[in-house]
């Protein structure tokens, strides 16, 4: 399992995180985040872990405004695409994903900062 603040350092796209929440559940490990980017764009964290396997993950990017950018999740409803249960949300829908956990979602949104 990753630390959050060491992925996020030296991202020079990083305004500040804004929320952390880690909470331990019998044996699951659950994480809440909010990170706030240069631009006043936000980065939702959602992440459930158990034995330092990644099961289920969402992130969700939005604009200053509001306005979805992107959202990465591995919900099993999408069964049609390519890299099911690996999708990302675009304002054209669904589409497949090679992002599939956090360390992918920073280093593809500094790439398109």
């Given amino acids: 399992m990753y ?8 991202k020079s796209f990083v305004r ?19 990170i706030i980017l240069t631009n006043f764009s936000s980065l939702f964290i ?7 396997q990644l099961l289920k993950y969402s992130y969700y990017w ?8 992107l959202g990465w999740d591995n919900a099993p409803r ?4 390519k890299s099911f249960p690996y999708h990302k ?7 497949p994903s090679d992002e599939r956990n956090l360390p992918d979602v920073i280093e593809y949104i500094g790439s398109n900062f």
């Fill in 3 to 10: 630390e959050i603040k060491q992925i996020l350092q030296d």
């Fill in 16 to 34: 500040e995180i804004e929320s952390l929440s880690e909470e331990k559940r019998e044996s699951l490990f659950l994480r809440y985040c909010k």
């Fill in 46 to 52: 959602k992440e459930i872990w158990k034995d330092d």
């Fill in 62 to 69: 939005f604009s200053a405004n509001n306005h979805l950018i």
């Fill in 78 to 81: 999408h069964n049609k695409v």
């Fill in 89 to 95: 949300h675009t304002a054209d829908g669904v589409q």
